[in-house]
């Protein structure tokens, strides 16, 4: 059974810093690529950052490039998104995801989400 546990958010004001964990269980972690989304209010869920299995690849929105890094630990199973220099519109839920494909059948997966607040 597939299963993705986010942790990390909170309340923090403008300019500074979290760091998201995503721990996952249930799957073959390190062949797979895995996603962070986030979700504000009144606004639809956008792809934040991705990092690839094997070769860790990484891809960004263009509104955190320089200041998010997505990272995994694959012996941990875990992977993580550092949220540094934080703007009030970085507010939102924040979900892991990861989509699996199976004989051509795509399978996606998320996290309960973890709540990030940017505010003074």
């Known amino acids: 059974q597939v299963q993705l546990v986010e942790s990390g958010g909170g309340l923090v004001q403008p300019g500074g810093s979290l760091r998201l964990s995503c721990a996952a269980s249930?799957?073959?972690?390190?062949?797979?690529?895995m996603n962070w989304y986030r979700q504000a209010p009144g606004k639809e869920r956008e792809l934040v950052a991705r990092?690839?299995?094997?070769?860790?690849?990484?891809n960004y929105a263009d509104s955190v490039k320089g200041r998010f890094t997505i990272s995994r630990d694959n012996a941990k199973k875990t992977v993580y998104l550092q949220m540094n220099s934080l703007k009030p519109e970085d507010t939102a839920v924040y979900y892991c995801?990861?989509?699996?494909?199976?004989?051509?059948?795509?399978?996606?997966?998320w996290g309960q989400g973890t709540q990030v607040t940017v505010s003074s």
């Open positions: 995801n990861s989509v699996h494909r199976v004989v051509g059948v795509e399978y996606n997966y």
């Open positions: 249930g799957f073959t972690f390190s062949t797979y690529a």
């Open positions: 990092i690839t299995g094997t070769e860790a690849s990484t």
